[in-house]
Nanobody, 119 residues
């Protein structure tokens, strides 16, 4: 099992910034993909960004050029630097980790952290 602990959410004004962190612990051997998803009220959970173990990042079009994902493999931690935040970025942000052993992959999710962008 992999445990995920998220931090860094909160209330921020439009145009502001936040940095989310997610630390993985437990059975961390085999973690390859890490990332962030978000879910706003009434909407489905959607991809924000993912990053591979070698640092290749993928972003949703809605956050490109505003958000930056990074990871520290030594600490099994993934970060999301969110800049130029907009009210439509308001959502619960979930950390995502994929662990792959042989041909089997398992997804793990954090408990979620609320990000509210409002004046």
């Amino acid at each position: 099992q992999v445990q995920l602990v998220e931090s860094g959410g909160g209330l921020v004004q439009p145009g502001g910034s936040l940095r989310l962190s997610c630390a993985a612990s437990g059975s961390i051997f085999g973690i390859d993909l890490m990332g962030w998803y978000r879910q706003a009220p009434g909407n489905q959970r959607e991809l924000v960004a993912t990053i591979t173990s070698v640092g290749s990042a993928n972003y949703a079009d809605s956050v490109k050029d505003r958000f930056t994902i990074s990871r520290d493999n030594a600490k099994s931690t993934v970060y999301l630097q969110a800049d130029s935040l907009k009210p439509e970025d308001t959502a619960v942000y979930y950390c995502y980790v994929r662990r792959s052993i042989s041909t089997r992959s398992t997804a793990y999710w954090g408990q979620g952290t609320q990000v509210t962008v409002s004046s």
